[in-house]
């Protein structure tokens, strides 16, 4: 055996022992450059064929090819395993465990009073109304004078108003959009009207100085109380259910006649909404011609219909963003 056989078959060795000893690709492309690189150990070792004789150049440059092959061909091998077993660490690294318990956070949800209005909102639009929105800050025309209250009207004292120091007022009622809608529209008309509303009332468990009504108004030819009561009555039911409801004889500016509607809570009556016929006068305020269109209106508490509801027994609870009421719902 020549010379360069012996340090061909030695470098073989020894390259393919580091080969497979090498743990990362760093160390594997070192390798690669140390044994088979332009300057590398194969490269030296040829470097002296230049003095073999001719019959031995072709078989140790056979030798050397087949030396090179085996060596990338371990190399190749080799950085497949170590990239490999990268993504395989990689990817332990990075491994979910499903099973962990998760971080709890505190979920959220609607209001009972919003989730209420949405509620109701729902049955009228199922009726066929849409809705319609007006300010909270509201001038005297709207919330009063236009709905047919006089300036020394005793009904006026019945709204124990607050007063902005422009002399506007904020709105005690969503009455206020009746007037605001059917001044920019004309009949027919079907309409629920949701809002907030203020007025200098004493707060106890069925009063407080901020409260939401939901308004409805309906105007066309040949609307009778009767339609009223209908609609009423499909709405309690669509609430609540079979419930002990009844209609009292009242009396609002706005509406002739007048009834309040009362449902059982609690093993009393509690009034739930005002309503009655539109007075002509209120149609004739809008320019509709009371001769030709009658209509209907009712505005419903929307607290007193969340505590019937839900059977809350103080309407302040509704209002004190306390977590352990409000999650029960
Ligand atoms: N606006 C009245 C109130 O706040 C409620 C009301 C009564 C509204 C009769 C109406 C109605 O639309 O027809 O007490």
Redesign the pocket.
Known sequence: MSNLETQLAALRQEAQQAIANSSTLEDLEQLRIKYLGKKGSLSQVLGGMGKLSAEERPRIGALANEVKDALQTDLDQKRAALQAAQIEAQLEAEALDVTMPGVYRLQGHTHPLTSTIDRMIDIFVGLGYTVATGPEMETDYYNFEA?NFLPDHPARD??DTLYLPDGNILR????SV?IRYMEENDPPVRIVMPGR?YRRDTVDATHSAVFH?L???AVDEGLTFTDLRGTIKVFLEAMFGEIPIRFRP?F?P??EP?A?VDVQWRGRWLEV????M?DPNVLKAVGYDPEVYTG????LGVERIAMVLHQIDDIRRLYASDLRFLKQF
Do not use: P, Y
């Not at 005690?172 to 009455?175: D, G």
């Not at 909404?273 to 009655?276: E, F, S």
């Open positions: 709905l019945m709204q005690t009622h969503t009455s009746q509303c009504q308004e409805i108004l009242s609002f706005f509406t007048s309040e909404m005002g309503c009655g539109v209907f209106a009712a505005g």
